[in-house]
């Protein structure tokens, strides 16, 4: 069961949009619609913000969009904002009843 | 409002059990859902140790099938971990989530294990 695969870091400045990536195999992102996103600020606990593939969770902005082609999903924020300066982390269902996340990806607003 | 808090040991000497448990509060496990315990050794990323359901039924991460034990009391609203044989390499924040369409929707606040003599 490897980690996701996910850039180290993106940066942005305030007001553009970045996407962040998360490519997996057929075994868990490619054959699953059931892939998340979460949010981490330094020191805080992970909080969800997209569920399969695409869907927003009550009281999460409209900026963030998620979606997948083939074994790679993609988390889009649009207009970067200094409070989305966090780490996110991308997980997917791995079939069998586990599941598997991304290494991670650090997030700096300019 | 539906909230975990993780509770247990910080210090935990290698060869021993590593032990924690989940207390949730604004809902009833008995009620559904699926529980989980994911962590975070200290700079790297999140990993999922394994998931359990109200009834007992557990899944468990391939490499840890071994060492962990998830079990729940559903009468106390908890959820437990047990993690036998510890090394350096399971020092890590303990978190406790709830699973939803494999999405963990709710975390606890986590819980640092430090696993040194």
């Known amino acids: 069961q490897s980690a996701l695969t996910q850039p180290a870091s993106v940066s942005g400045s305030p007001g553009q949009s970045i996407t962040i990536s998360c490519t997996g195999t057929?075994?868990?992102?490619?054959?699953?619609?059931?892939v998340s996103w979460y949010q981490q600020p330094p020191g805080k606990a992970p909080k969800l913000i997209i569920y399969?593939?695409?869907e927003r969770p009550a009281g999460i902005s409209d900026r963030f969009s998620g979606s997948k082609s083939g074994n790679t999903a993609s988390l889009t924020i649009s207009g970067l904002q200094a409070e989305d300066e966090a780490d996110y982390y991308c997980?997917?269902?791995?079939?069998?009843?586990?599941?598997?996340f991304g290494g991670g990806t650090k997030l700096t607003v300019l | 409002q539906v909230q975990l808090q993780e509770s247990g040991p910080g210090l935990v000497k290698p060869s021993e059990t590593l032990s924690l448990t989940c207390d949730v509060s604004?809902?009833?496990?008995?009620?559904?859902?699926?529980w989980t315990w994911v962590r975070q050794p200290p700079g790297k990323g999140l990993e999922w140790i394994g998931t359990?359901?109200?009834?007992?039924?557990?899944y468990y991460r391939p490499s840890l099938r071994s060492r962990v034990t998830l079990s729940v009391d559903t009468s106390k609203n908890q959820f437990s971990l047990k993690l036998i044989s510890v090394t350096a390499a399971d020092t890590a924040v303990y978190y406790c989530?709830?699973?939803?369409?494999?999405?963990?929707?709710?975390w606890g606040q986590g819980t640092m294990v430090t696993v040194a003599s």
């Open positions: 989530a709830r699973l939803w369409t494999e999405a963990f929707d709710v």
């Open positions: 604004g809902f009833s496990i008995s009620s559904g859902y699926y």
């Open positions: 359990l359901y109200h009834t007992g039924t557990t």
């Open positions: 057929s075994g868990d992102v490619g054959n699953s619609n059931l």
């Open positions: 399969e593939v695409r």
């Open positions: 997980c997917s269902y791995a079939g069998r009843s586990t599941l598997v």
